[in-house]
């Protein structure tokens, strides 16, 4: 289960203004990492070339879960949201090594990173979960993946 909030990548937030992120019409997934530390100042980061990918092959496929996403403003409010709540169903040889979940443009031939969600024991950012023993599922909040007010 997620630990934390969900943060946006600094550099992302200019990607969402100038158009590099189509929210509308682009793919974007989830996909589970190992990094030791992660931080919104980070930027540029790409899934292949950022990140280490946790190993794929069990529950968990390389590349992470497709979101559906809904992009919608009201009141002055934006929400970026996902009717898919991602899981993966605890597996003997699955990873042991998840902290995590870093959301992506699947369209974008870098896979650029837009957000990461901390799933270590506690949010405390250090100690990582594992899939082999429990499912690991991510609900996102009531306000959606984030906002921007």
């Not at 990461?116 to 996102?140: E, K, P, R």
Request: with cysteine.
């Amino acid at each position: 289960m997620a630990q934390g909030d969900v943060t946006v990548f600094n550099s992302a937030k200019e990607y969402l203004a100038d158009g590099t992120f189509d929210l509308d019409t682009h793919v974007f997934k989830i996909a589970l990492v190992s990094n030791s530390s992660l931080l919104a100042t980070q930027a540029d980061l790409a899934l292949a070339t950022g990140f280490t990918q946790v190993t794929g092959g069990t529950s968990y496929t390389a590349g992470g879960e497709t979101l559906t996403c809904t992009w919608v403003e009201s009141a002055g409010t934006v929400t970026f949201d996902s009717s898919v709540n991602p899981s993966w169903v605890q597996d003997a040889s699955g990873p042991t090594d998840i902290r995590y979940g870093i959301i992506y443009d699947d369209t974008d031939a870098s896979d650029t990173a837009l957000a990461f969600v901390d799933l270590t024991a506690g949010g405390d950012g250090t100690t990582a979960i594992s899939l082999q023993t429990g499912d690991i599922s991510i609900t996102w909040a009531g306000t959606g993946i984030f906002t921007l007010a």
